[in-house]
């Protein structure tokens, strides 16, 4: 049976964050994921290039990944008046 110092329930883009750093800092790091194509997820639609910079590393993933720019954005809510 293998054991973990840390065990992380969900392989989105925040754990698996999560589970990058902790590997570094020298953990044993499991991640639980209920989906059989790991790291096939939206991050709610798009990622903003504050956290591009913040992670360079993630446009080495850019095969994985259509880049665009979005110079706008309207929400729409019909409970907001």
Do not use: H, W
Request: charged share 15%.
């Amino acid at each position: 049976m293998s054991k973990y110092d840390i065990i992380i329930v969900g392989g989105g883009p925040a754990g698996s964050i999560a589970a990058i750093n902790l590997s570094c800092a020298g953990y044993q790091v499991a991640i639980i994921e209920k989906n059989r194509l790991f790291g096939n997820k939206a991050c709610g639609g798009g990622i903003t290039s504050r956290i591009l910079k913040r992670f360079p590393y993630l446009r080495s993933d850019i095969d994985a990944v259509t880049l665009n720019t979005i110079s706008e954005i309207y929400f729409y809510s019909p409970t907001l008046k």
